[in-house]
């Protein structure tokens, strides 16, 4: 579904991710783990082309996708939650959702019930601004705008960070959840502990901008994962 | 002495004319950010189009649309080859757009030469006992009404709009849900530029036809955008609402310089005492009366 | 200003003053923007506004009420009449025209630049950088954003100032043009075309556009103002920085490979970026 | 950065030669050569005033190739400096300069506003440079070094005022660009309306940049006057004559400013300058022989420039001075200019025995004393086909220099202007 080789990214001459090699099967969800700082959002960010790599190739569904452009790879299925979750703040969560209707544009069913069935406050509060709800709140939104156009590849960045712990709880038990209904593969770059072992099949763990190890379901284990968070 | 009905004709004036004097500078400024010095050779070029169709022979109407289609293509240009490579360097674009119009309106006075024959004035007078008014003038301010409840609706109520919303409030998250901001960019700049031809349409019949037209729109235009403040359309409405009424009520008791002067001292008032301009001082007030409810 | 003071002496004590005004003006104009918490292009729409206002209402003195002292603000016409500049009391001092005048300036301008060099190279230019690069970041390390804008704006305006008494007594006149949009915008398309980052870019670019557009005027040419037109397109398209910065660069750059050294130096220290 | 840079009329200010600075100056002789004569021509032929500019370069240009062809002024060839100012008094301020210290010019024509030419006479008058304004303006200006040529407002006024008073009736509403020329030009309708036994019953003054009239059109119907009088100015003033006409002002209008020089009448759609009466000295339609008749003065320009729009008043003054000043030259028997300047105030006429005649009369005068023109005025009409008719001429002298002020330039070297306010009651 999605293979980076030799991923190079950076600012001016120092890389910030060397060498990146990766790989996601269709309806897996792997993670990428790793302290603040070590390049997890900046994986993320050229992965949907927000940045161009200096170096490397990505392939999506079996074409290169290095040089397509940001909107192109979301109409070709690639669905992105941004690490802040970004929603427009002055346009409405209905309005919000509309906007995601682009990513993929294969798709001919929008999946509205899907949305609202595991994040009903998006139907309840359809007509309020965005950047006056709640953290938690937005990220079901973030969420919900990036599902709705039916992604093949979901990408998510740190869907924990901020946010308080039952919404936590939600997303990680729906995201395992929304991928096996809908047969989605999901990349999902985090640290926190809970919602790695959560939804994790598999994962990669990241260390100053180069993937250090890679972990199976069976080592994700308090102790395997400690030693590459910062817990 | 004031006269009602003469003080409400004269705000219609007022108020139509700020509201086609700003509205296509609003469009792009509110929602790119980019100020656009070259708005008044727009409304120009609108003008020219449409007076050059209409003394070809055209009826009124399509000479117009030829009119708001001629600021359209340019604008359309003009963003593809110069706009595009300046968004994130707003002065820059100041510069360059500025250094366009200049050009502009001396190609234009090399190709049609100092002025162009005027079209007349259609529809004729409305009276009221000893006064009458301009039916034109008139008509026009209801136009620019139209305008603006035409444009609230496009930018709230269609998938454009609010996709063009999205790419200005967050362009890169915009992009990642597959939004080609590129166009919505184009797309905006370049309704921006059309109403600005439109505004040069409509006021051909009513206005002298010479290259260097455009400037008389310009210092309406950005009193009313900077008074209007952050919430573009709403205040546009709000800026030619205000300032329309003190233009017109101090026209109408002291005359036309007295007007203006209490027009722009009210406009540098709401600047000092409203840093959000009045669509964001209505916010404000209306989220402090939602907050007690 | 100058005008109502008729001596020499009066000619001595108008040219601070009518700095002074130029520098209050500015501080009021400066602290309603900064301290009323506006950015950005705002900042530039409102200084444009406050122009265009001044062109409306001084083109409209043309009334005898509209006086300063004797003096008649004159409307569209301006203001006929005003003299030389001039230093000294009365029985001792210079007048300068012609010749003395060009000198003047150009001494005035060669203090004014190396005033301001000074002024970016030391501690108070990395405050300016600062605020520039990143206003929040410059602010969570104690410095007063609004404060620095202010003394800069407030600054600019002394500057701006003097050049308004040497362009007044240079044509022995003054009327609202200065006031109208090209007056204003002129200044930054000068600094644009040299280079924002580039007091030295700066004074050439304003030499060098001015010469340029008195000559293309002079050749009476139809396609003058078309050419100034696109030489700027083609310098803020092409050139972003500015000419002086760009050639400097290149140079530079030139230099290093004749020569085999390396530039070790970190990019973009603020003596560098400011004012080369 | 030398000598060349001070001319030979270099005139330095006293207190620069006190502060001992050294400027060689006053070199002597003319830097064109000696078998031609320079003529500085600087008009608007771009920005703001082009409109009015450009008639007002192509008729100097006209006369310069007249007198060139028929073997110049006295044998010599006319040369010309002609940049564009692109209607900017910072440009003016330094082609003017430029004009008189490094192109040496005989004579100058520049500018058409007052604002224009308040702009460059410090520099004229600080050169002694002999210099030709052209426009018809507010009038007043006595100087030693400026001709100003163009009829005033006074001798506008004054055939058109007078005129109406008798066809209409005695009341008279004004409206005025609010600038000088405008404020001077409303009260030379008082003193004027004080003079023909009538009444001003209202005036107003309309900013340059103003394109809304209603309020205007508004009062002139609650004064209900005998007829306006306009001297409105501008490409934003003219949408006054689209505005009243589609409110359905019908009242008769009196102007000095429309349709000579920006010929409303062939821009504007009909009727809507209809019943408009203008005080000019010249319109392309003045019905002189040398003017209309085949070969006559319009001929002549269209057929230098069969694509220019109209020949419009400032024009024919451009055109004319031209002519007067080859007759002074040639009375002088010298280009240098104290000689020209004393051979214009002898008074030079046109129509005479040798120089052609003016394209507005057959004769009109310059008065020495005064350095205006007693010009032949008209009153022209258009009807509501903008047609254009003469319906009443006159020559008519400057009167506020020469009766009122007492301005004799050539007993008293001045450089003020003089305007009404100081001299007559009704105008305060």
């Known amino acids: 579904m999605l293979t980076c080789t030799d991923l190079t990214v950076g600012y001016g001459s120092t890389p910030i991710l060397r060498d990146i090699d990766l790989h996601v099967d269709e309806g897996e969800v792997v993670g990428v783990i790793g302290k603040n700082g070590v390049g997890k959002t900046t994986l993320m960010k050229s992965l949907v082309g927000l940045l161009d790599p200096t170096d490397g190739s990505i392939e999506y569904d079996g074409t290169d996708i290095t040089d397509l452009p940001t909107d192109e790879r979301a109409k070709a299925g690639i669905g992105y939650i941004p690490q802040s979750r970004d929603v427009f703040p002055?346009?409405?969560?209905?309005?919000?959702?509309?906007?995601?209707?682009?990513?993929?544009?294969?798709?001919?069913?929008?999946?509205?019930?899907?949305?609202?069935?595991?994040?009903?406050?998006?139907?309840?509060?359809?007509?309020?601004?965005?950047?006056?709800?709640?953290?938690?709140?937005?990220?079901?939104?973030?969420?919900?705008?990036?599902?709705?156009?039916?992604?093949?590849?979901?990408?998510?960045?740190?869907?924990?960070?901020?946010?308080?712990?039952?919404?936590?709880?939600?997303?990680?038990?729906?995201?395992?959840?929304?991928s096996d209904d809908l047969g989605m593969?999901?990349?999902?770059?985090?640290?926190?502990?809970?919602?790695?072992?959560?939804?994790?099949?598999?994962?990669?763990?990241?260390?100053?901008?180069?993937?250090?190890?890679?972990?199976?379901?069976?080592?994700l284990t308090d102790d395997t994962l400690a030693q590459f968070l910062a817990v | 002495m004031v006269n009602g009905i003469n003080l409400f004709f004269q705000f219609l004036d007022s108020f139509g004319f700020i509201v086609l004097a700003a509205i296509g500078l609003a469009v792009i400024f509110g929602m790119m950010g980019v100020i656009n010095l070259a708005h008044g050779e727009l409304i120009m070029i609108g003008a020219y189009g449409t007076t050059l169709v209409a003394n070809a022979g055209a009826p009124l109407v399509l000479a117009m649309a030829a009119g708001v289609l001629a600021a359209a293509v340019a604008g359309l240009i003009i963003e593809r080859t110069i706009v595009k490579r300046l968004y994130h360097r707003p002065l820059d674009s100041m510069v360059a757009t500025w250094a366009l119009g200049l050009a502009l309106t001396q190609v234009v006075r090399i190709i049609f030469g100092n002025s162009l024959s005027g079209i007349g004035l259609p529809f004729g007078a409305i009276r009221f006992g000893a006064f009458s008014y301009s039916m034109y003038r008139t008509v026009l301010s209801v136009v620019a009404l139209a305008l603006l409840v035409g444009a609230y609706l496009v930018f709230t109520r269609t998938e454009f709009g609010i996709r063009a919303r999205a790419t200005i409030q967050d362009a890169d998250t915009a992009r990642a849900m597959g939004v080609d901001t590129d166009r919505m960019y184009t797309s905006t700049f370049v309704i921006g530029c059309a109403l600005a031809g439109l505004t040069g349409a409509l006021y051909a019949p009513a206005l002298s036809i010479v290259p260097g037209m455009g400037s008389t729109f310009l210092v309406e235009a950005f009193v009313a955008v900077v008074t209007g403040g952050t919430s573009v359309l709403l205040g546009t409405t709000l800026a030619a609402g205000v300032l329309g009424s003190a233009d017109a009520l101090f026209t109408n008791l002291y005359g036309t310089f007295i007007g203006q002067v209490a027009m722009l001292i009210l406009a540098i008032l709401i600047l000092r005492f409203l840093p959000t301009g009045l669509s964001g001082a209505l916010e404000d007030l209306r989220e402090r009366i939602g907050g007690e409810n | 200003m100058s005008l109502n003071l008729g001596s020499t002496l009066g000619i001595t004590v108008a040219i601070p003053v009518a700095v002074a005004v130029a520098t209050v003006v500015a501080f009021v104009l400066g602290y309603f923007m900064f301290y009323g918490r506006v950015t950005g292009v705002f900042v530039a729409i409102i200084t444009l506004v406050t122009t265009v206002v001044m062109q409306?209402?001084?083109?409209?003195?043309?009334?005898?009420?509209?006086?300063?002292?004797?003096?008649?603000?004159?409307?569209?016409?301006?203001?006929?009449?005003?003299?030389?500049?001039?230093?000294?009391?009365?029985?001792?001092?210079?007048?300068?025209?012609?010749?003395?005048?060009?000198?003047?300036?150009?001494?005035?301008?060669?203090?004014?630049?190396?005033?301001?060099?000074?002024?970016?190279?030391?501690?108070?230019?990395?405050?300016?950088?600062?605020?520039?690069?990143?206003?929040?970041?410059?602010?969570?390390?104690?410095?007063?954003?609004?404060?620095?804008?202010?003394?800069?704006?407030?600054?600019?305006?002394?500057?701006?100032?003097?050049?308004?008494?040497?362009?007044?007594?240079?044509?022995?006149?003054?009327?609202?043009?200065?006031?109208?949009?090209?007056?204003?915008?002129?200044?930054?398309?000068?600094?644009?075309?040299?280079?924002?980052?580039?007091?030295?870019?700066?004074?050439?670019?304003?030499?060098?556009?001015?010469?340029?557009?008195?000559?293309?005027?002079?050749t009476g040419s139809e396609f003058a103002l078309v050419v100034v037109g696109l030489l700027l397109l083609f310098i803020v398209l092409v050139v972003p920085d500015g000419i002086v910065p760009y050639v400097h660069e290149k140079g530079l750059g030139a230099y290093r490979k004749y020569t085999g050294t390396d530039d070790d130096r970190p990019a973009g220290t603020p003596q560098e970026e400011i004012a080369e | 950065m030398s000598d060349r840079l001070v001319s030979r009329r270099g005139f330095l200010s006293s207190s620069a030669v006190l502060a001992g600075t050294a400027l060689a100056g006053c070199s002597g002789g003319s830097a064109s050569s000696d078998d031609t004569i320079k003529i500085g021509v600087l008009e608007d032929r771009s920005g703001n005033f082009a409109l009015v500019g450009d008639p007002k370069h192509k008729a100097s240009m006209l006369a310069i190739e007249e007198i060139n062809n028929n073997g110049g002024i006295d044998g010599k060839q006319i040369e010309t400096f002609s940049p564009d100012p692109q209607s900017d008094n910072q440009r003016y301020q330094e082609l003017a300069s430029r004009a008189i210290r490094e192109e040496e010019v005989d004579a100058l024509w520049a500018g058409y506003s007052s604002a224009t030419r308040e702009a460059i006479r410090p520099t004229i008058d600080r050169n002694e440079q002999l210099y030709f304004y052209t426009t018809q303006y507010e009038g007043g200006v006595c100087d030693k070094y400026t001709f100003a040529v163009g009829p005033t407002a006074r001798q506008q006024l004054g055939i058109v005022l007078p005129y109406l008073r008798e066809e209409f009736g005695p009341d008279i509403y004004t409206i005025a660009a609010d600038y000088n020329f405008g404020q001077l030009s409303a009260d030379w309708v008082k003193v004027l309306a004080n003079e023909n036994d009538a009444n001003v019953l209202g005036e107003e003054f309309i900013p340059l940049s103003e394109t809304d009239f209603s309020s205007t059109i508004n009062n002139i119907q609650e004064a209900d006057p005998d007829f306006v009088m306009s001297m409105l100015v501008g490409a934003n003033h003219t949408s006054f004559y689209e505005q009243k006409a589609s409110a359905g002002l019908e009242v008769p209008i009196g102007t000095s400013t429309a349709m000579a020089q920006g010929y409303e009448h062939r821009r504007i759609d009909p009727p809507a300058m209809a019943n408009i009466y203008a005080g000019v000295n010249y319109m392309e339609e003045v019905p002189t022989d040398s003017n209309t008749q085949d070969g006559g003065f319009v001929d002549r320009y269209f057929e230098k420039y069969p694509d220019a729009p109209y020949l419009n008043e400032e024009a024919e003054t451009n055109y004319f001075s031209t002519y007067m000043y080859k007759e002074a030259v040639e009375q002088a028997g010298t280009v240098e200019q104290p000689e020209v300047i004393d051979a214009l105030e002898s008074g030079i006429s046109l129509g005479s025995e040798r120089a052609p005649e003016a394209p507005e009369g057959e004769t009109i005068e310059l008065d020495g004393a005064t350095h205006h023109v007693d010009h032949h005025m008209w009153v022209m009409r258009a009807d509501d086909q903008h047609n254009v008719e003469a319906v009443e001429n006159r020559k008519i002298p400057e009167q506020f220099l020469s009766e009122t002020v007492g301005c004799d330039l050539r007993e008293e070297v001045e450089t003020t202007q003089y305007t009404p306010v100081d001299y007559f009651e009704e105008a305060q």
């Open chain 1, 90 to 178: 002055d346009l409405t969560v209905r309005q919000n959702l509309l906007v995601g209707e682009t990513v993929n544009e294969d798709v001919e069913e929008l999946l509205y019930d899907t949305v609202y069935e595991y994040f009903p406050i998006l139907e309840e509060r359809a007509d309020q601004a965005a950047g006056s709800m709640s953290g938690g709140e937005q990220q079901m939104l973030a969420i919900g705008r990036a599902l709705v156009g039916n992604p093949d590849l979901l990408l998510l960045d740190e869907p924990s960070e901020g946010i308080q712990p039952s919404i936590v709880q939600q997303i990680q038990r729906d995201i395992p959840e929304i």
């Open chain 1, 185 to 219: 593969t999901v990349l999902f770059v985090e640290q926190n502990l809970g919602v790695i072992q959560a939804m994790s099949e598999r994962c990669y763990a990241i260390e100053r901008g180069t993937i250090v190890d890679e972990l199976g379901s069976s080592d």
């Open chain 3, 56 to 218: 409306t209402f001084m083109a409209q003195t043309a009334g005898s009420e509209w006086a300063i002292g004797d003096v008649k603000l004159g409307g569209f016409n301006g203001m006929p009449g005003i003299p030389n500049v001039a230093l000294g009391v009365e029985g001792v001092s210079i007048s300068f025209r012609g010749m003395t005048f060009y000198w003047l300036v150009l001494v005035l301008l060669v203090v004014t630049y190396l005033g301001a060099r000074a002024l970016v190279n030391g501690r108070f230019g990395y405050a300016m950088v600062g605020v520039r690069e990143d206003e929040d970041r410059i602010e969570m390390l104690g410095y007063d954003v609004r404060r620095v804008k202010l003394t800069v704006f407030t600054l600019g305006g002394a500057i701006s100032g003097l050049s308004g008494v040497l362009y007044a007594s240079w044509g022995n006149y003054i009327d609202p043009s200065v006031f109208t949009l090209t007056f204003a915008t002129l200044p930054v398309i000068w600094v644009t075309v040299g280079g924002r980052e580039s007091l030295l870019g700066a004074v050439l670019a304003t030499v060098a556009l001015e010469w340029f557009r008195q000559q293309l005027s002079i």
